[in-house]
């Protein structure tokens, strides 16, 4: 640590920093006419990033000479819940031998920084770079416009001293990360667009309204049936199966013809006549 930083780290990711201050014993003040004081150990609860007013808690309170002793002959001494709850780190800090501080590199010490900037960051109550590394999304705002790249620069120099990997190598890479993030944004952002006007047709078609025009280039509404005919749509041209019989221009008989030329043709077999034309061949006798 920074020598004049004694920050410890919280069970929950909290940082503490721990000091004394003289608390008047208001009864023992004024049973023996003089301003008596007693010795109180507080804690300061930081939550590194945020803007918020760090609260400080009473951890304990040693009490004055005029108070009394305990049955061992020391000084009376009270402790709170709170000394329970951060009791390793209490109890490290009145030892004063490094165990349980902040671990990791100092803020003041990270070169990535000057030293304005160190002196921020701690003010809102960052001391190490994991610390700023850990700052969550909602306190980012409260590190200044460039919060977030600073973060990423932390989390870089951890990466880089863990694994050996350039910090810049991590910018870069995280660099590429970002432009890749926005390029399948885009994509997502134009496929919703085109499902958007999919549904848009599929709704007007089923509602009986009028979709709307294909776009250009579609080959929409160009599809002609192989069976359409001049004589009407839908119709199938059919072959005159007379077009080809003897003087090309033979049409099919009516019903009532074909029956009187089979009658006639009956009634010259009866009575003998020749129905055959003039110039047919005749068999030979």
Not at 9 to 37: C, H, M, V, Y
């Amino acid at each position: 640590m920074d020598g004049t930083d004694q920050i410890y780290q919280g069970p929950d990711g909290t940082a503490l920093r721990f000091f004394e201050r003289p608390t008047k014993n208001n009864f023992q003040s004024e049973k023996n006419g003089r301003p008596i004081f007693d010795t109180s150990l507080l804690v300061e609860v930081m939550v590194p990033g945020s803007r918020e007013s760090t609260p400080e808690f009473e951890v304990e309170r040693t009490y004055c000479e005029e108070a009394g002793k305990d049955a061992a002959g020391n000084r009376l001494v009270e402790r709170s819940p709170k000394y329970v709850q951060y009791q390793p780190q209490v109890e490290a800090y009145k030892a004063q031998n490094g165990v349980g501080l902040a671990s990791g590199t100092p803020i003041s010490q990270w070169p990535n920084i000057d030293t304005g900037t160190a002196a921020t960051l701690k003010a809102a109550g960052i001391h190490t770079v994991e610390m700023l590394a850990g700052v969550q999304d909602t306190h980012l705002p409260n590190l200044g416009m460039g919060g977030r790249v600073l973060r990423d620069q932390a989390n870089a120099f951890i990466n880089s001293r863990q694994f050996g990997i350039p910090s810049m190598q991590m910018g870069a890479d995280l660099a590429k990360l970002r432009e890749e993030n926005v390029r399948l944004q885009n994509e997502n952002n134009s496929l919703n667009e085109r499902l958007s006007a999919t549904l848009a047709e599929l709704g007007a078609v089923r509602t009986g309204q009028p979709a709307p025009p294909p776009a250009p280039g579609s080959t929409q509404g160009n599809n002609t049936s192989m069976l359409n005919d001049p004589l009407g749509p839908g119709t199938i041209s059919q072959p005159n199966p007379f077009a080809n019989m003897s003087g090309g221009s033979a049409s099919p008989l009516t019903p009532g013809e074909g029956e009187a030329k089979d009658g006639a043709k009956a009634a010259a077999e009866a009575t003998g006549q020749n129905t055959q034309p003039d110039n047919a061949p005749r068999p030979l006798i």
